[in-house]
């Protein structure tokens, strides 16, 4: 007999590390055993702060901007985050003589010729996500200035005045919110019939597989907590869509330590999922932890499997990872 509460977690699947992370995560640690430390990563190589400290224990360090890397060690490979470069990024490596390791998600580098593609075609490209964000500074850098535009809202949507409604072809960020997008190309199609879509969905398959299983598994959920970083937009939109859904309340958290366990509230049913950038490992300490307070049952609420993968840089291919190494790659150590 235990007298602890009793406590549901319906832990949603698929959740954590998706295909773009993991190779991102690999190019570095690859980098590292290659070429030797320190390897320059530019950006956070993902939105999590326990990825960037165990690379940071390996010899990795990170900059904001190439101008950071001190001339003793421009022999030194870069690595560009998974979230993807303007243009001048690579050029300005290519100025700087730097070597270079490019781990922009092939899905967001997908977005990057569709924004491409339609500017060919003679399209303004209207570009929808979040002002700021790497990714869509990356994007945005793939065209000369005045030749996209930005809408981050269903208002932005309504206000927008091109200069030439008959040719506009629009691309998202890979990591928002599956729901308010459709709503705001909805409203950009209603003004524009004449706007193109991408050839391909821009959002992800990643992102839109989680907040898929967290939206079935929201009903009646007390809390849901989603493992992720505040800089992760897909962690963040995580959040959102389990309240809309039907949890009472919704939370992001990066570690196990930072739960208030006073502030909790009644708690009998708990959703548990985690952003793209976030470790399993988190996931499981984070499960540790109410198992310690509560008389635990695990309901797994998976609504697909997930098998992509993505490869490495040719470059970096010869390189072989040890069962360690394998393990940090995945989220598990
Ligand atoms: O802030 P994002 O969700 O774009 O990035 P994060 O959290 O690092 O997730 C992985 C990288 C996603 C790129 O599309
Ligand atoms: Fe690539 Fe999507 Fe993962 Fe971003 S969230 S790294 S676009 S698979």
Known sequence: MTDKPKLTIRLCGPRGFCAGVDRAIQIVVLALKKYGAPVYVRHEIVHNRYVVEGLQ?????????????????RDQP??????GVPKSVPEDADAKNLFYLDATCPLVSKVHKQAMRHQRLGRHVILI???GHPEVIGTMGQLPEGTVSLIETVEDAEKYQPEDAENLGFV????????????????????????????????????TNRQEAVKE???????????????????????????RSGSRHSLLVQRAEEIDWD????????????????????????????????DVTIDLAITTVETENFLVNRQIRDVELTAQDMAFVNGDH
């Open 57 to 73: 224990a390996r010899g990795a360090i990170f900059v904001e901007e190439l101008d950071e890397i001190p001339m003793e060690h």
């Open 78 to 83: 870069v690595v560009f985050s998974a979230h």
């Open 129 to 131: 996500g979040h002002s």
């Open 172 to 207: 998202t960020q890979t990591t928002l919110s599956v729901d308010d997008t459709a709503g705001i190309i909805a409203k950009l199609q209603e003004r524009f019939p004449q706007l193109t879509a991408p050839a391909a969905e821009s959002i992800c398959y990643a992102t």
């Open 217 to 243: 598994a929201a009903p009646g959920c007390d809390l849901f907590l989603i493992v992720g970083a505040p800089n992760s937009s897909n962690s963040k939109r995580l959040v959102e869509v389990a309240e």
């Open 263 to 294: 502030n909790l509230g009644d708690l009998s049913v708990l959703g548990i999922s985690a952003g793209a950038s976030a470790p399993e490992i988190i996931v499981d300490e984070i499960i540790d932890a109410f198992s310690q307070r509560f």
